[in-house]
Nanobody, 128 residues
């Protein structure tokens, strides 16, 4: 299984930027789809973005144009660049990994059931 460690969360004012990183170790990195999810207080965990090893990306409509996911297969790192942050982006952000065979339809990238490894989470707080 893949072991994931996130970093880069913090407190930022609305309109600011943060960059989250997730370092992976364990099984071959290119055999995994990497994703970011978030969970705000009192809400269910939701998909934010995902990236395949060959460069395909998927993202939540509400973050398109503001958030960018990228991965470095050599360094086994995935980043989430978050710009124009809004208070509603406040949440714990989790890095996730899922073996490629679990992904087929577009909807599978958005489902947390497709991912079998999770990081410990990093807090992002956006003040108004």
């Amino acid at each position: 299984q893949v072991h994931l460690v996130e970093s880069g969360g913090g407190l930022v004012q609305a309109g600011g930027s943060l960059r989250l990183s997730c370092a992976a170790s364990g099984r071959p990195y290119d055999m995994y789809v990497m994703g970011w999810f978030r969970q705000a207080p009192g809400k269910e965990r939701e998909f934010v973005a995902a990236a395949t090893s060959d460069g395909m990306t998927y993202s939540l409509d509400s973050v398109k144009g503001r958030f960018t996911i990228s991965r470095d297969n050599t360094k086994k790192v995935v980043h989430l660049q978050m710009n124009s942050l809004k208070p509603e982006d406040t949440a714990i952000y989790y890095c996730a990994a899922g073996p490629v065979h679990r992904f087929s339809l577009r909807s599978t990238y958005y489902s947390d059931e497709s991912y079998d490894a999770w990081g410990q989470g990093t807090q992002v707080t956006v003040s108004s």
